[in-house]
Nanobody, 114 residues
Framework: VQLVESGGGLVQPGGSLRLSCAAS????????MSWVRQSPGQGLEMVST???????SYSDSVKGRFTISRDNAESALYLEMNNLQPNDTAVYYC?????????RGQGTQVTVSS
C-alpha cells in the first residue's frame, strides 16, 4: 500500500485548499478511504470518509466546509477545503478507512494563519 498526499500549504483564515492523494499497491475502488488529521499534541481525528459506493461522511467540525471525492479510474482521493479556520491547522493524512487508520500516507501540512 502506498498513499502519497499533496496540496497542503499556508492559507489565511477563510481561504481554500484542495488536497490530493495518489494511491497504489491495492485495488483502490474496493476500499473506503478517509482523510484524517493530527494537530500538535493531539490524536488522529477522522475528517471525512468516502465508501466504495461513494457514500460520504464528515466530522461535525468540517461538515458544510469540506468535500471529499474520489476518482477510481485514477486511484485518487481528494479533499476540497473551504472557509479554513486556524483550528483546521494539522497534518492531513490519506488513509484506508479502518479503526486505526494505520495504512496512511506521510501526510501534508495545512497551516491556517493570518
Amino acid at each position: 500500500v502506498q498513499l502519497v498526499e499533496s496540496g497542503g500549504g499556508l492559507v489565511q483564515p477563510g481561504g481554500s485548499l484542495r488536497l490530493s492523494c495518489a494511491a497504489s499497491g491495492f485495488t483502490f475502488s474496493r476500499y473506503a478511504m478517509s482523510w484524517v488529521r493530527q494537530s500538535p499534541g493531539q490524536g488522529l481525528e477522522m475528517v471525512s470518509t468516502i465508501g466504495s459506493g461513494f457514500l460520504t461522511s464528515y466530522s461535525d467540525s468540517v461538515k458544510g466546509r469540506f468535500t471529499i471525492s474520489r476518482d477510481n479510474a485514477e486511484s485518487a482521493l481528494y479533499l476540497e477545503m473551504n472557509n479554513l479556520q486556524p483550528n483546521d491547522t494539522a497534518v492531513y493524512y490519506c488513509a484506508k478507512a479502518s479503526f486505526t487508520y494505520h495504512e496512511r500516507g506521510q501526510g501534508t501540512q495545512v497551516t491556517v494563519s493570518s
